[in-house]
Structures are given as C-alpha cells and as structure tokens.
C-alpha cells in the first residue's frame, strides 16, 4: 500500500521561500514517477514539477520554472519542493503525487496515489 505524507506548508510574505516535503512509503520508489501538484479554490489540480525517482530529467510548469526546485533524498524516501520567490497567485493546496506511468508528465491524470496535501498561502 503506497502512502505519501507531505509536510512544510504554511503562511509566507510574497518574495519569501518556503520548502515542501514528502515522506514516501510502501512501494519500490525507485520505479515511478513523483511530483508536486497544487490546488486553488475553483481551480483544476495542476502540475507544478516532477521527475523520475530512477534520476535523469525533471519537468516543471512554466509558471513555476525558475523559482521552483524537486529534488529528492533517496536514502530517506523523501521528494522535495523548494519554493523560492513565492507569488500570491502560488497560493493553493499542495499535494505530492506517485504514478508508474512514463514518461513523467504535469498531467494529474498520470498519477494514481496521493498525499493529502499541504496548504501553502502566499499574501501580498
């Protein structure tokens, strides 16, 4: 049974970092793809970045590209989202996200097991 735990969000001025993590477990994380997703209010999921836990590229929206960094900690089954020069409109809930299918996409439809997500709010 595959089960995601994110952690790290909160309240942050606009221009401030802030930096998500999620604990993975129960599955060979190895082999599939993982990545970062969010959600506003009134708003479809979105992609925000991903990549292959196998290592090689990662992909990213191009709203966050730039600020934005996953990164992962194998030996600790931990994915990464360091989030730099925060936007209000970055504002919404984050979910960290697992799926085999390739190659890794922003598409939310690609993956099938999910945290339950991490609020992140950005005031200006």
């Known amino acids: 049974h595959v089960q995601l735990v994110e952690s790290g969000g909160g309240s942050v001025q606009a221009g401030g970092p802030l930096r998500l993590s999620c604990v993975a477990s129960g599955y060979t994380y190895r082999r599939h793809c993982m990545g970062w997703f969010r959600q506003a209010p009134g708003k479809e999921r979105e992609g925000v970045a991903v990549?292959?836990?196998?290592?090689?590229?990662?992909n990213y929206a191009a709203s966050v590209k730039g600020r934005f960094t996953i990164s992962r900690d194998t030996s600790k089954s931990t994915l990464y989202l360091q989030m730099n020069s925060l936007k209000p409109e970055d504002t919404g809930m984050y979910y960290c996200?697992?799926?085999?299918?390739?190659?890794?996409?922003?598409?939310?439809?690609?993956?099938?097991?999910w945290g339950q997500g991490t609020q992140v709010t950005v005031s200006s």
């Open positions: 996200a697992a799926g085999l299918r390739l190659p890794c996409g922003l598409d939310f439809r690609g993956y099938h097991y």
């Open positions: 990549g292959y836990n196998g290592g090689g590229s990662t």
